[in-house]
């Protein structure tokens, strides 16, 4: 009889801690906690990128325009699901307009860059398929053109944006149950602020510019296809300049 009644009082134990577990759309087990945790899935994710690069500079007293086309790929990786970090590298064709005649040869160049969730309004999974996000994202790059007619340019750039994303799910339980459907979408935009130093080498004669306006703002969408492909866009104000990006991602 105690045997009864032990075996009933920890089933009854086992069926008040189940209810109160948290119920899961997929239908699959409840994550612990845990300091250390190994997962299927990894948090690595590669990119191709299209930059186009528009800004004012000032070199000895009179303001050029510093226009580049830049291709590179990228890798990055969140060692923590609230940071991204992130490389890319790559070439570019600029022209310092109108110094230089012509677009300059093609140059090397990347870029190293983290991406941090500081902030964030997510509420529970099975109530909503929206999410408010605050991210605060720092880049610097260093970038070559050069040429021996149009000569040498290189510049570093150093850039701070605090974009607010809103991103809504639109696939929640089931991917894609129809080859039309998407999977999310993310729209953002925020402040931005950049400061740039260059050099123009030509003639044997080598001349310094930096940026002419350093405050600005970045607006920009992401479309996820399915879970781990999209393709965004990214535009950004700095005076009366616009610059642009266009990528296609994919995360593992």
Known sequence: MKKLVIWIGMLALALSVSAALPVMEDGGYAEDDALLTWRTSSRWQASL???YLNRDVTMDDVTLQLRADIVEASVGVSPWPWLL??????GSQ???NPVMRDDSGAGAGGLLGAQLNLWQIYPAREATA?????????EVSYRTASDDVAGDLE???GT??????YHLTLARSELNARAADFHSLAIYAGPEVSWM???WTHGGIKRSFREEDSVGAVVGAELWLIEHLSFGVRAEWL???TSGQMNVRYRF
């Open 239 to 241: 005076g009366e300049r």
């Open 85 to 90: 970090l992130y490389g890319q590298v790559g």
């Open 197 to 199: 130093d260059g050099n």
């Open 130 to 138: 929206w999410r408010l996000l605050l991210q605060v994202v720092g």
């Open 94 to 96: 600029a022209r310092l």
């Open 49 to 51: 990128l299209y930059g």
């Open 160 to 165: 701070v944006m605090l974009p607010f994303f």
């Open 155 to 157: 510049w570093t750039t």
